[in-house]
């Protein structure tokens, strides 16, 4: 069964960079997807980042310029590079998978706050 995990969270102020890394148990040469999603308090999960097996990467709208998302097939990881961080950007970040056989996983979260 495929594990992943969050890391790189933390408290930073507006302006500030933060990087995230998801390390997966397994393989991910064959995901079809690898992302990052986001929960606020109050809101709904949104997708912020994801990357293709065929390295396609899409972005939402409020992070478009600031964040970029990649990935290591070799060494099983996946990263989302946070720059010019917003207190709009305050969430808890989850790692997601779309597995070549269908299958949706996802990571424990890692708290990220903007604030000054």
């Known amino acids: 069964q495929v594990q992943l995990l969050e890391s790189g969270g933390g408290l930073v102020q507006p302006g500030g960079s933060l990087r995230l890394s998801c390390a997966a148990s397994g393989s991910i040469s064959s995901s079809r997807i690898m992302g990052w999603y986001r929960q606020a308090p109050g809101k709904q999960r949104e997708l912020v980042a994801s990357?293709?097996?065929?390295?396609?990467?899409n972005y939402a709208g409020s992070v478009k310029g600031r964040f970029t998302i990649s990935r290591d097939n070799a060494k099983n990881t996946v990263a989302l590079q946070m720059n010019s961080l917003k207190p709009q950007d305050t969430a808890v970040y989850f790692c997601?998978?779309?597995?070549?056989?269908?299958?949706?996983?996802w990571g424990q979260g890692t708290q990220v706050t903007v604030s000054s």
């Open positions: 997601y998978v779309l597995g070549s056989n269908g299958l949706e996983y």
């Open positions: 990357i293709t097996s065929g390295d396609n990467t």
